[in-house]
Each structure stands twice: as C-alpha cells, then as structure tokens.
C-alpha cells in the first residue's frame, strides 16, 4: 500500500510558473513509477507526465512538452512537477499516482494508487 499527499497547487496568472510536490509513504517508494494526471472541469482525466523508478527516463503530454518537467527523490520520496509558462488550460486538478510497473506509465487503468488531487488555476 502507498499512500500519496500532492501539493503545491493554487492560483496563479498566465505565464507564470508553480511547482507541484508530492510525498509518497508505506511501500519503498523507489519501486514504484510515478506520474502526474490531471482533470480539468468537465473534461476526463488525462495523462500529463511520467518517471521511471530511477528517475533517469520520463514522459510527458503533447499538451505540456518543453513547459513541464518531473523529477522524483527517492532520498525524499517525493516527485515533482515543476510547471513554466502556465496557460489558462492547464487548469484543473492535479493527482499524483503511483504504479507497480518500470515505467514510464503513461496509461492511466496501470497506475495503482492516486492522491486526493490538488488544484492549479490560471487565469488569463
């Protein structure tokens, strides 16, 4: 079992930038890939960003590539989404995830276990 806790999120003008944390806890968190989903009102969730277990290989969403970047410490057991030139559709909620594979996971049904979610708002 691991249980997730995101933050970081809140709200913010176009342009700017926010960084997004999550902290992981129970099962070694290094064994797991990580990755970062989001749902925006009235839209389905979707993919937004992956980790391998290492750290060392990553994925990302045609809607946020060059814009996002994630990264984990498994010292800390933590991964991160650090976000630039936020744009007003990147609003939503952001859920951190955890799955049981190598990854990256870039297939929501793989991931196992999800946070409560934590929201990022952009105004124009």
């Known amino acids: 079992q691991v249980q997730l806790v995101e933050s970081g999120g809140g709200l913010v003008q176009a342009g700017d930038s926010l960084k997004l944390s999550c902290a992981a806890s129970g099962r070694p968190f290094s064994s797991y890939a990580m990755g970062w989903l989001r749902q925006a009102p009235g839209k389905e969730r979707e993919f937004v960003a992956a980790?391998?277990?290492?750290?060392?290989?990553?994925e990302y969403g045609d809607s946020v590539k060059g814009r996002f970047t994630i990264s984990r410490d498994n010292a800390k057991n933590t991964v991160y989404l650090q976000m630039n030139s936020l744009k007003p559709g990147d609003t939503g909620v952001y859920y951190c995830?955890?799955?049981?594979?190598?990854?990256?996971?870039?297939?929501?049904?793989?991931?196992?276990?999800w946070g409560q979610g934590t929201q990022v708002t952009v105004s124009s």
């Open positions: 980790i391998n277990w290492s750290g060392l290989s990553t």
């Open positions: 995830a955890a799955s049981g594979r190598i990854g990256p996971v870039t297939r929501l049904d793989l991931y196992n276990y």
